[in-house]
């Protein structure tokens, strides 16, 4: 059966170092084995911004650098104590589906307004546990996901941000109504947040 691809989108995404990924993976299962199709749906990102074109490692750099300083307030760690939903722009890739999963203390990030290639900055940073469709939120709510962590805190100082190219593959018209969920990605140029142990002023 002939494999129809869409274009790609392309995100900014912040990625926890893995050593602090075990707890998402155990949150997944749960998701998945609660009836969430979209489970394994994106990589294990926070997602920053979508973009209309991949970032140099310039501009990396200087978000890379903000994030940064903003972590200090909590000596450099990037926590989740709680779970929430961030939709994805009407009339995109994800058409009607939010990310959900660990949601970050990270505040508003100004040099994203600041980046031409930012089309879209998402409002809140969750660490992507899965793809949530209209359908999903009762599913959420009916195993109590939506009002409960379901996970233990996860924290970190260790990230890179990258580039990361996400594209839909649809099988033919039978497929249609999981296509959201069958999808594959890239990562392109990646850049370590600073130490947390630099200086800044």
């Known amino acids: 059966m002939k494999t129809h691809k869409k274009p790609a989108a392309e995100f900014l995404v912040l990625l926890p170092h893995r050593d602090s990924l075990k707890v998402l993976e155990n949150f997944r299962k749960t998701l998945f084995a609660s ?6 749906s994106f990589p294990p990102a926070i997602p920053l911004a979508q973009l209309s074109g991949p970032l140099n490692h310039d501009e990396l750099g200087k978000i890379a650098a903000e994030i940064r300083k903003l972590s200090l307030i909590n000596e450099g760690k990037i926590s989740a104590n709680d779970s929430s939903l961030v939709e994805f722009p009407r009339e995109e890739l994800f058409e009607n589906c939010a990310f959900y ?3 970050f203390d990270l505040t508003e990030i100004d040099s994203l307004s600041c980046n031409e290639k930012v089309m879209h900055s998402f409002p809140a940073y969750v660490l992507c546990a899965g793809l949530i469709g209209p359908d999903d939120e009762r599913i959420l709510e009916q195993n109590g996901i939506m009002s409960a962590p379901g996970f233990d805190p996860i924290s970190f100082r260790a990230a890179q941000l990258a580039n990361l190219s996400v594209r839909r593959l649809e099988t033919g018209a039978s497929a249609l109504c999981n296509a959201v969920y069958s999808n594959e990605w890239r990562f392109g140029l990646c850049c370590w947040l600073p130490s947390h142990k630099r200086k800044y002023h």
């Open 35 to 40: 009836g969430l199709q979209g489970a394994y």
């Open 101 to 103: 999963g660990p949601h």
